[in-house]
């Protein structure tokens, strides 16, 4: 098994295909129902928004370890419009498109880790991780 | 194109999801769902999410638009089914689904739907 893959995200069905690659490798990972549920959920609203926002762009699935745990990292990038104010951005509520505007919020807290950087012109960046 | 089939039973609707949906299979189940309701005057919809593995905030915003969308068409939703893992991962992302109603199962649901409509008890099939 590779241990690290790359999902183009250009189409509607390439939403269903990245949760559908990030749940075979948290099942792999014996991550437990509910953690898998929340790293596919996750990964859907963040591949929407590569999608919707982004233009498109990729998703980057990758099995970690550090002797101790395993983990599961998903790096979203887009070459989209950028975000000019993070932090209004991952407030619950704010959206630019017709969605509810839970995408970064509501996926940040579905993770253990999230990272964002973004360059307005240029595209933005977003790692997830879960920790088995 | 893809669709998901809507079943009639008696003034009852009955959707059973269980495909991954991408975003435009979701938006022609509800496009459908609000068609069928005015055209068979159809009183509840019950929509089966047990096979369901995922709900994300479209998936949430499409179920929370039918349920919306069959009340100004006089009729009432009850979303069944949904695995426990679903929820917690609903609640966390930020949707509670207001507006809503739920039940554990098919049956269950059926009974909801009867009582909303107001039918005397005994009338369960």
Same mark, same amino acid.
């Given at each position: 098994m590779a241990e690290r893959e790359?999902?183009?995200?250009?189409a509607e069905a390439d939403v269903v295909h990245? /949760?559908?690659r990030v749940r075979a490798r948290a099942?792999?990972? /014996?991550f437990s129902l509910v953690d898998q549920t929340k790293m596919v959920t996750a990964a859907s609203e963040l591949a929407r928004n590569a999608l919707t926002y982004g233009g498109g762009g990729s998703a980057e699935i990758e099995v970690?370890?550090?002797?101790?745990r395993r983990g599961l990292r998903v790096i979203f990038t887009d070459r989209g419009p950028g975000i000019a104010n993070i932090d209004e951005a991952? /407030?619950?509520?704010?959206t630019t498109g017709n969605g509810l505007g839970l995408g970064l919020g509501g996926a940040k807290r579905l993770v253990n880790e999230?990272?964002?950087?973004s360059t307005v012109g240029k595209g933005t960046r977003i790692a997830i991780t879960r920790w088995t | 194109m893809d669709r998901i089939p809507i079943l009639k039973m008696g003034r009852f609707l009955l959707v059973t999801i269980q495909v991954d949906m991408d975003d435009r299979l979701a938006d022609t189940l509800q496009n459908d769902l609000t068609s069928r309701i005015s055209q068979t005057g159809a009183r509840g919809v019950l929509i089966d999410i047990s096979s369901v593995d995922l709900v994300d905030s479209f998936i949430g915003r499409m179920l929370a638009n039918v349920a919306a969308m069959a009340r100004v068409?006089?009729?009432?939703?009850?979303?069944?089914?949904m695995r426990p893992a679903v929820a917690i991962t609903l609640v966390e992302l930020g949707l509670s689904l207001p507006g809503i109603r739920t039940a554990l199962n098919v049956d269950r649901g059926m009974r909801l739907l009867r009582e909303a409509l107001g039918d005397a008890t005994g009338a369960d099939g």
């Open positions: 790359v999902v183009p995200i250009v990245v /949760r559908q099942t792999e990972l /014996r970690l370890g550090d002797g101790k991952m /407030r619950d509520g704010f999230f990272e964002i950087e | 068409l006089d009729a009432e939703t009850v979303v069944v089914g």
